[in-house]
């Protein structure tokens, strides 16, 4: 049976910074881990919310109930086979994007900023300047709900934007293979340099956050919409919308849960009043009030 942590503070597992504590915390160190994990839950009937790298998740400062899984650096393998990349479920997306570069692998450029994990990027089908994770993914291998291990086509994973069948089915992702075309190792590398140099120009990096808070709205961008509502700067608490990209709610620094909240909905309902435009988050929120 993998090792059990009591009442950790959810804010050291999230890029956001907030949230209240864990009731369990569980490290996976291997597949068999996590198929204790869920088993364990299942036999005490007890919740359990799956993390990465916390990138895309918003915890209350309530805290979760239950379980936390996490999937992180002990269970994040990466190998390179051919035009292929195979990573367990705990590899951050850039440490597939270095591995791809300096194997002159072209194709993954895209996602070598983001901040999320291959688990979590299959589960929402992460993506950034143009790409995403549907046009590289080969296949995933996902402990379904009822213990059984299943390989999962990416036709099958049905991705569409920011989003995956594993939302619906609570499938937990085990390892993802990607594949990927030989290219020039000094062009990859300056692509990866160009996109590295546009987030330090228009992202909040120096701050907390989840990323783009908000999903695209059809025909709309979500920051422009919030900059032209005259909420930029905008802050709540420790709460504020990013003076850089209004797109991102940051944490300045003693921000709760709640503050980032109360900003949220303000801000929907501005953006609801001034142009009819329903702002849905893209992150995603979890745990008790």
Do not use: W
Not at 15 to 40: P, Y
Request: contains cysteine; proline residues 2%; charged residues 20%.
């Amino acid at each position: 049976m993998p090792d059990f942590v009591q009442n950790i503070e959810m804010k050291t597992l999230t890029t956001m910074k907030v949230g209240g504590k864990a009731d369990l915390v569980c490290f996976a160190k291997s597949a068999g881990d996590i198929a204790e994990c869920v088993a364990f839950c299942k036999e005490k009937n007890l919740p359990l919310l799956v993390v990465g790298r916390g990138s895309n998740l918003l915890v209350k400062d309530g805290g979760v109930e239950g379980v936390v899984l996490v999937l992180g650096k002990d269970f994040g393998r990466i190998e390179v086979e051919g035009e292929c990349i195979t990573a367990q479920a705990g590899a951050t997306l850039t440490a597939v994007a270095l591995k791809a570069q300096e194997n002159a692998l072209t194709g993954f450029e895209f996602a070598a900023g983001i901040p999320g994990s291959v688990g979590g990027g299959v589960f929402m089908n992460a993506g950034a300047y143009g790409g995403e994770l549907k046009n590289v993914l080969v296949s995933a291998t996902i402990l379904e709900k009822d213990g059984i291990v299943r390989e999962y086509t990416v036709e099958e994973l049905k991705l569409s934007y920011r989003h995956s069948v594993l939302m619906e089915n609570g499938g937990i992702v085990l390892f993802a293979v990607f594949r990927l075309q030989k290219g020039e190792k000094e062009a990859i590398s300056a692509a990866m340099a160009e996109l590295a140099q546009k987030r330090r120009e228009k992202q909040p990096l120096q701050y907390p956050s989840c990323g783009s808070f908000f999903k695209r709205p059809e025909g709309h961008f979500a920051g422009k919409l919030i900059e032209d509502a005259g909420l930029k700067g905008a802050s709540v608490g420790g709460a504020q919308i990013s003076t850089l990209h209004a797109g991102f709610l940051i944490n300045t620094g003693n921000a709760t849960a709640g503050d980032i909240l109360t900003l949220m909905k303000q801000v929907q309902d501005k953006v609801q009043a001034d142009f009819g435009v329903c702002l849905e988050p893209e992150v995603r929120i979890v745990g008790r009030d």
